[in-house]
Nanobody, 121 residues
Framework: QRPLVESGGGLVQAGGSLRLACTAS????????MAWFRQAPGQEREPVAS????????SYADSVKGRFTISRDNAKNMVYLQMNSLKPEDTALYYC??????????????WGQGTQVTVSS
């Protein structure tokens, strides 16, 4: 069982919005740097966004800058990814990750099982 749990994925039309959420059972996320990654069929996993534990520094992949926003609510033990102006190329399985550094996937030690986002044209 993965330590992180994602929710909020679904099917949306191009131009629409979704908000993904990530939480953990029995683990405090506030001490971890957190991130979102995604993987489309036949493609490698790629970074989307990251946020430091202090929430003062965020990083974004160029492909999502200006459209996606990562945030966290440490009191609720939650991390979010607000996705606006969605495009068909955003279709992927989105993973929440924790305990790493910025957008470097191999640095993260906690992972969820993913939530599917499908954007129709």
């Amino acid at each position: 069982q993965r330590p992180l749990v994602e929710s909020g994925g679904g099917l949306v039309q191009a131009g629409g919005s979704l908000r993904l959420a990530c939480t953990a059972s029995g683990r405090t996320l506030s001490i971890y740097n957190m991130a979102w990654f995604r993987q489309a069929p036949g493609q490698e996993r790629e970074p989307v966004a990251s946020i430091r534990a202090s929430a003062d520094i965020t990083s974004y992949a160029d492909s999502v800058k200006g459209r996606f926003t990562i945030s966290r609510d440490n009191a609720k033990n939650m991390v979010y990814l607000q996705m606006n102006s969605l495009k068909p190329e955003d279709t992927a399985l989105y993973y929440c990750a924790g305990g790493g550094w910025d957008l470097q996937a191999d640095k993260y030690v906690l992972w969820g099982q993913g939530t599917q986002v499908t954007v129709s044209s």
